[in-house]
Structure formats: C-alpha cells, structure tokens
C-alpha cells in the first residue's frame, strides 16, 4: 500500500482569488478512487481518492471566494451556490522499472468540471501530475507526493487562468 500525504498540500502561488461562491462535489466515485497495480507476485494499492477530496477543498478555498463542501451533488440546507466544481480521478498509474535502477512513474490524471446550477459545463479540464524515481531506491511515497503536488499546482494554474470561468464570475456579480 503506498499512501497518498495525510495533509493537504498548501504551497499555492498567492493570487487575487475568483468572486464566485462554488459548492465542491465530492462523489463516492471520487472517494473510492485508487489504483491496483501487479508486479512480480506484489500488489501495489494507491488509495487516492480521500486525498484528491482533501485537496481539492484546499484548492477551492485557495481559488474561490466561497466554498461549500458537497457530497453526491446534494446542497446543505440553506446553501446557495452559482456554481459547482466536480473532480474526478481519471487516471491514476505507477509503472515499475525491470530493474531496481529502472525509472518508476507515477502519473495521475484528474477531471475538473465547473458547471451552472442547470448542469451545463462552464468549464471542464483533464490535468495531469506526473514524478518519477528509481524503481528500487526511491521511496514510493515520495514519487506520489511529488505526482500528487504537480498535478495540484498545474490544476491551480488551470483554474485560475480560464477565461470560461472568469467570465461566468463576472457576469454573476453584476
């Protein structure tokens, strides 16, 4: 089993954030996600999905001005969003080299989907975090660590950049 970091990752560009209030949809789906690799007798468990979750609420409330956490797309009680933000682990992988000095990859690929309160699709992305290491002398959590971080920092920089989603925030606020 090779575990994701128990804390969220925080080490965010500051910037001016989005005025826009977002319920994060945290599914089952998501919660379940992992990966199951088989190498040489061994079974390699990556349980992503928890930490996806985790990391994403930091990253909403690092991007939006408001943040309301979701679970099944269902909103709290006296809870009013303009829109909602869905990730989804696409693809999750570590590839393990022939030899203990061979390359060890792990790649990790998550869907972010913005959409209105109606269900259309404001803005959606796939991005990808990806690090590498010796498969025999680098330590496995390390290499999701670092996959994990990258795959965080390109999807702040996707967000925050979207001209779809600056545009839906500045027509909500006038």
Request: proline fraction near 4%.
């Amino acid at each position: 089993m090779i575990r994701p970091p128990q804390q969220p990752f925080t080490a965010y560009v500051g910037q001016e954030k989005i005025h826009l209030k977002v319920g994060l949809n945290i599914t089952d789906e998501l919660l379940k996600a992992k990966s199951e690799n088989y190498f040489m007798g061994d079974t390699w468990v990556i349980p992503i999905g928890n930490s996806i979750a985790a990391n994403a609420s930091v990253l909403a409330q690092h991007i939006f001005d408001d943040v309301v956490d979701l679970s099944n797309g269902q909103l709290p009680a006296n809870q009013t969003v303009a829109a909602i933000l869905t990730p989804k682990v696409a693809y999750i992988n570590r590839t393990t080299g022939a030899t203990s000095f061979s390359e060890s990859i792990v790649d990790i690929k998550v869907e972010w989907t913005l959409s209105d309160l109606h269900g259309n699709t404001i803005w959606v992305d796939t991005i990808n975090g990806q690090s590498s290491g010796s498969s025999g002398w680098t330590n496995p959590k390390t290499v999701l660590k670092k996959a994990l971080e990258d795959l965080l920092l390109k999807s702040e920089q996707a967000m925050s950049s979207a001209q779809a989603i600056k545009q839906f925030a500045q027509k909500r606020s006038r």
